[in-house]
């Protein structure tokens, strides 16, 4: 099998979410963006949480239908780190001389920009998350996430029929958009 | 209940679960009502965030198991700083000279440490005992049945049983915890667990054992870090007969405690800790020693066993200069110690709830 087709398959199995397609990322890139980070005053810790970033990045892009990666999967992670972690030197104001480059990189300012967006609703719907407390929170993801029936649920959380679970639900729904949309819309 | 049909209705649309007749009402009412419409936009948006929310959560926790897989097993380590070869010449080179300079180095060490310990008070081991707890079988088992309720993961072994516990506290918002270092010592894994019951993995970063107090940083991806401490330290001294109170964990539950400074040095006259008459059990270890304006003045590390009620606590000066010296030993290390308190001047119960927050129970698996 080609390059090619070897790492368009490995993209698939990353968008299911697969661990041994991650093990193989990090195996083939880890040591790369390590190197990258901490010869460009990071920590041991910044080198992980730039990498994972990245890799946040390529695993919401590879799970959209209209992408295509025009370049290999190092040089897209190496891009997005470098991408990254210049950002965070520049926010911490630490930021004296450009980032080393070692590597090739494609342009990626666009796919940092959307995941930037993504990553603060994603902040968000936590903190909302966790604001809303039990049982709305559990009540919620067992409808929205795991995908149980109102009559799964109603039993599972021990409410007499299933019309009590729904007013309950739209309870916890209404608490949850409301603490949502408020940060949400604060930051437009 | 029209909005509890109306979000019905919009689900059910939503998941493609109408047939064709109420989906055509359905579409005729988005049609003629802009508000449904809107409602349903507005539900489209927000049941794909909670759902991308889920999905890059599972896949944030699966990075973060291969990290931590990997580098048990080894396949990813620290990373070691190029330029190696220079390092290696400059040893060929100045070898002798520095057999020697280490050498005089490791006497005047030896000797130093020889005098000190002639010259210093020897604490009778005995009469003293640190105040962590050894965590049974029982409370373990409960602690588990509690986690399982809250559908919180669980991200201790189940077969690691935790061996020891004590109490630790925030110095730094970002999740730099100060505890004893009696509590960590020996550790394999440590976890802490936050006021909600949910147990985050955390590291040593720093041990003092001099003093007796180690640093731990939180590491956990649900962590989230606060934006300030209510609590400051203590830069001067404090006075003989200050009311304080303290927070910790002898048990599975966070236990507040009251008292007063009894005396300014420690046992035989220790200067580095002062004696504090509270009452404190095993697993109070580590847990802050507030006065009445919200400022920590010290840790609780230990009480004497052949009095009653009279416990020790290392002071807040002496946490400030571990502090310092993690700083200069690592300089990644951005701890900020918050010098003023804003919770002055609040009721107790008001105080306490805002530093419930802070503290946290050390579980240590040996």
Redo the contacts between chains.
Sequence with gaps: MSKYFKEAELLKRLAKNDKSAIETIYQDNYKLIQQLIINNNGSEDDARDIFQEALIVLYQNSKSEAFELNCQIRTYIYSVSRRLWLKRLQSNRRFETPVDNFEEIVPVEDDVEVHEKLDRQYGIMRSALGKIGEPCKSLLEAFYIHNKNMQEISSYFGYTNSDNAKNQKYKCLMRLKKLFFAQYKNGI | MD??LL??AAERYLRGEMNDQERANFEELRKSNPEVDQFVV?HHF??E????????????A??????HT?KESG??S??Q??EKGRIVQFWEKYRRTIAVAASIAGITALAISGLTLFFSPKAPIKDIEELRRKVNKLEVRTNSQDVQL??VKKKIDPNASVTFGGTSFLVDPKGYLLTSAHVVANASQIFVQNSKGQDLRAKIIYTDSKRDLAILKI?DEDF?PLSSLPYGFRRTSSDLSEPVFTLGFPKDEIVYGEGYLSAKSGLMGDTMSSQITISANPGNSGGPVLNSNGEVIGILNARQTTAEGVVFAIKSRHILKTIEELKESDT?ANIKVPSTSSIRGMERVQQVKKIEDCVFMVKVVL
């Design positions: 909005q509890i979000l019905d507005e927000f049941v965030e909670l759902s991308r929310y889920a999905t890059v959560k599972r896949f944030k699966n990075l973060y198991d291969v990290h990997m396949e990813i620290e990373y700083p190029t809250n559908d590491d989230h990644s």
